[in-house]
């Protein structure tokens, strides 16, 4: 029997990771003092490059992460003030953004369908109602995603809590596991269905994605009121169109070798039956979340409340009602963390406006498309935009990075505030199914193992043409019904 090799020893592996830590430290410092020695534009107010400079280094650690999210952002924003670049005051404002509280809260409402198991019960429904073929199946996932999309601000969580877990017992329940040729039965279909659907539910709710709350911040820094209800109202067309057609093109671009899953629907029903019937604790989170739908749609406008208010209302009913406790609360990382790196990011982006530099980047933009009308302007500038997210490993680092400056541009060149506001945000989250780093669900789903790395750009880049032709022709049309142009 041939001799095994011994495995490296332990300090050559340490230093391996020290030499790689180091690396991406270097990066972002580099990039942030090269940044920072360029000559500053014309236009641009004292302060502005030295942030700008800050918040290149801080976008690329948060890709590169030499350390946890929250750290890296905590470094970034040590680096503003003891620099003197921003005082104390102003470098931690971000903490008392609204949208930001948004998020935490609606991350504590998403945890009440994982620990009620109320998230896994719908999607067995689903699977129990449309599981006996394959298309079917992926309706299902779909149908999954979109409810729980309103109060799942991680589609992260929605997709490796949730959708990830089904599609794994689905597969190898139909004889299709990862590593082989048996993947393309059917897992390797439902990963890549999984994923573009999941970045078209982040598209269509306000909530549904992390990044997405702060779109509309940068929208009403440039004076563009964006809420929940108008969010929803203008993404449900291209949105719902979207998610009957994209399962069916999958299907037919990257078939699944079995059609047929007549034993899905009775697996469903077994699980169903080993959960029972539904729990308090279940009914409880379905009344809050059906609640928080009514609130977040028309609590504004009726009550004066925000979705910030709205959400916390939601938290309070599932502490006070026990579906949640304190400890649940505290023990939330993910919510935490965001809280942190999000803070950071809000701050340095609402700088970068106040000190004149997206301004300036802005009018560059423009200048480039000039000479053309605002049509043709902003769709070349909305389709840079998408495809830069090649660039990115990130939903939100792209968004602080260029959300703003591209919004800025379209408005300059004439296209229509609210409509150039909500696509370059729906587009904000479609950009996250084109690679396999692209956004958080990625790597969850390219990580089980049924997708080699060709099919999934290969799938990525028809899922985006598609969406493209979607959301900018029947979108077009249902944002003009709507009178947002």
């Not at 003891?82 to 998020?103: K, M, Q, R």
């Not at 009620?116 to 394959?134: C, D, E, H, K």
């Not at 809050?288 to 406008?301: D, E, N, P």
């Not at 800025?408 to 909500?422: D, I, K, Q, R």
């Amino acid at each position: 029997m041939p001799a095994r090799s011994a495995p490296p020893p332990a300090p050559v592996k340490a230093r391996a990771a020290t030499i790689g830590t180091a690396l991406k430290w270097a990066v972002p410092v580099a990039a942030g003092l090269t940044v920072y020695l360029l000559p500053q534009p014309d236009g641009i107010k004292a302060g502005g490059w030295a942030v700008l400079a800050i918040f290149t280094g801080t976008v690329l650690g948060l890709i590169l992460q030499p350390l946890p999210l929250g750290a890296v952002a905590l470094v970034g924003l040590t680096a503003a003030m003891i620099t003197g670049t921003l005082e104390p005051d102003v470098a931690l404002g971000g903490f008392s953004e609204p949208t930001i509280w948004l998020i935490v809260a609606a991350f504590f409402i998403s945890l009440g369908f994982t620990k009620t198991g109320l998230g896994r019960r719908i999607a067995l429904l689903f699977v129990r109602a449309l599981g006996r073929s394959s298309l079917g199946l992926a309706y299902g996932i779909t149908l999954t995603d979109l409810v729980l999309a309103p109060a799942t601000p991680s589609n992260t969580a929605r997709s490796g809590g949730v959708i990830n877990p089904v599609i794994g017992s689905l597969s190898t329940n139909a004889g299709s596991h990862p590593g082989d040729e048996s993947r393309r039965k059917l897992g390797a279909y439902l990963s890549v269905t999984a994923m573009q659907i999941n970045t078209v539910t982040s598209a269509m709710f306000l909530t549904s994605m992390a990044a997405n709350p702060l779109v509309q911040k940068l929208a009403a820094d440039h004076g563009i009121a964006l809420t929940w209800s108008s969010w929803a109202l203008a993404a449900l067309v291209p949105g719902l169109v979207a998610l009957l057609v994209l399962p069916a093109l999958l299907y037919r671009v990257f078939p699944p070798a079995v059609r047929a899953t007549p034993e899905a629907p009775a697996q469903a029903r077994a699980q169903l039956a080993e959960l029972g019937r539904m729990s308090r604790q279940e009914w409880t989170m379905a009344g809050v979340f059906v609640l928080l739908l009514l609130l977040w749609s028309v609590g504004g406008q009726v009550w004066d409340l925000s979705a910030t208010v709205s959400a916390f209302t939601g938290v309070a009913l599932l502490l006070v009602t026990g579906v949640l406790t304190w400890g649940d609360l505290a023990a939330e990382k993910a919510a935490w963390t965001t809280l942190v790196w999000f803070a950071v990011l809000v701050m340095l982006a609402g700088q970068l406006q106040e000190l004149g530099v997206i301004g300036w980047f802005s009018d560059a933009i423009t200048d480039a498309t000039s000479g053309v009308g605002w049509r043709t302007a902003f769709v070349i500038l909305t389709l840079v935009y998408l495809f830069s997210h090649y660039l990115f490993a990130s939903n939100t680092a792209h968004v602080a990075a260029m959300y703003a400056a591209f919004l800025a541009a379209a408005t300059a060149t004439g296209a229509p505030p609210v409509m150039a506001a909500l696509v370059l945000g729906f587009i904000s989250s479609l950009y996250g199914g084109l690679t396999h780093y692209a956004s958080g669900p990625a790597p969850v789903l390219f990580g089980g193992g049924y997708v080699t790395l060709a099919e999934w750009w290969r799938t990525g880049l028809i899922a985006a043409g598609a969406n493209i032709v979607i959301w900018m022709g029947v979108g077009a049309v249902w944002l003009k019904v709507l009178g947002h142009w």
